[in-house]
Nanobody
């Protein structure tokens, strides 16, 4: 499994922007599908965005489409989540997740948490109104 460390969270006013980063250990990062999830207080974890191992395909939750952009730099073993036009409802702990694309997980929908076998500790994003 890969080790994941998120950074870039913080407090921002509504309408503001943040860029989250997720640094991964190991030499095989470029073969992992990557995802971002979030969990707000009292709510279940939800899918935010995902990107395929080669960066060709990306997926977004309807609630963030057009405002968030996921990208990856395989040379730096890092995946990013650029967030603009932030809203108070975006407040949550954001988690990075990695799928090493086993025979069973590579066919699981990117939006499902069970696809991913490595998770970071999370970074807090708070959007004030």
């Amino acid at each position: 499994q890969v080790q994941l460390v998120e950074s870039g969270g913080g407090l921002v006013q509504a309408g503001g922007s943040l860029r989250l980063s997720c640094a991964a250990s190991g030499r095989t990062f470029s073969s992992y599908d990557m995802g971002w999830f979030r969990q707000a207080p009292g709510k279940e974890r939800e899918f935010v965005a995902a990107i395929s191992w080669r960066g060709i395909s990306s997926y977004y939750a309807d609630s963030v489409k057009g405002r968030f952009t996921i990208s990856r730099d395989n040379a730096k073993n890092t995946v990013y989540l650029q967030m603009i036009s932030l809203k108070p409802e975006d407040t949550a702990v954001y988690y990075c997740a990695a799928d090493r694309r086993t025979v069973s997980t590579r066919v699981v929908n990117f939006r499902e948490g069970k696809k991913y076998d490595s998770w970071g500790q999370g970074t807090q994003v708070t959007v004030s109104s």
